[in-house]
T-cell receptor, first 113, second 116 residues
């Protein structure tokens, strides 16, 4: 069955520290992969996406993610977080058949001053 | 580009009334629109997929007579919550897709519905 797992419900990071949010997926083929961010009460903003090609993807706001086929992972990273990065982060897989998105449960990022 | 708007951004209504939420693609033609529901501190739940000019396809467990979806044009889809009850209170999010970028969805800002 197709699924997306974000193992961490919430993560607390000090401002200026590095960040890695984990995402693992189960999918029969090479998936389309996405990371979205949702600030409190706000809609979803696309951070980055992977369709094919270079497995290290650069996104907005200084985020990057690496697709690792052998580990079925697409972890999101940022070298130095800012207080404004506090939000909910969702990983999603796009199905090839109908392009619907399969969502992870989300990881809440908390920034310590 | 690829901007999606929703209106209203929030609405409060009395139990038993109906509420209509609009989703518009502002700068592109949306051949497909999706409606999601998000419960507090949870992920998005796909409610239905609608293609312009066709009936919406509802996900299992979603009452189509309760959540009426209309996608009458390439830039507008509406979700009507009929006879709303407090348990329908939620954050409703729409997204849109084009033929040219069929493997991406562009999201609206969401509508917060509170039913008293």
């Amino acid at each position: 069955a197709q699924s997306v797992t974000q193992p961490d419900i919430h993560i607390t990071v000090s401002e200026g520290a590095s960040l890695e949010l984990r995402c693992n997926y189960s999918y029969g083929a090479t998936p389309y992969l996405f990371w979205y961010v949702q600030s409190p009460g706000q809609g979803l903003q696309l951070l980055l996406k992977y369709f094919s090609g270079d497995t290290l993807v650069q996104g907005i706001k200084g985020f990057e993610a690496e697709f690792k086929r052998s580990q079925s992972s697409f972890n999101l990273r940022k070298p130095s977080v800012h207080w404004s990065d506090a939000a909910e982060y969702f990983c999603a897989v796009g199905a090839h058949s109908n392009y619907q998105l399969i969502w992870g449960a989300g990881t809440k990022l908390i920034i310590k001053p | 580009g690829a901007v999606v708007s929703q209106h209203p951004s929030w609405v409060i209504c009395k139990s038993g009334t109906s509420v209509k939420i609009e989703c518009r693609s502002l700068d592109f033609q949306a051949t497909t629109m999706f409606w999601y529901r998000q419960f507090p501190k949870q992920s998005l739940m796909l409610m239905a997929t609608s293609n312009e000019g066709s009936k919406a396809t509802y996900e299992q467990g979603v009452e189509k007579d309760k959540f009426l979806i209309n996608h009458a044009s390439l830039t507008l889809s509406t979700l009507t919550v009929t006879s709303a009850h407090p348990e329908d209170s939620s954050f409703y999010i729409c997204s849109a897709r084009t033929l040219e970028r069929y493997n991406e969805q562009f999201f609206g800002p969401g509508t917060r519905l509170t039913v008293l």
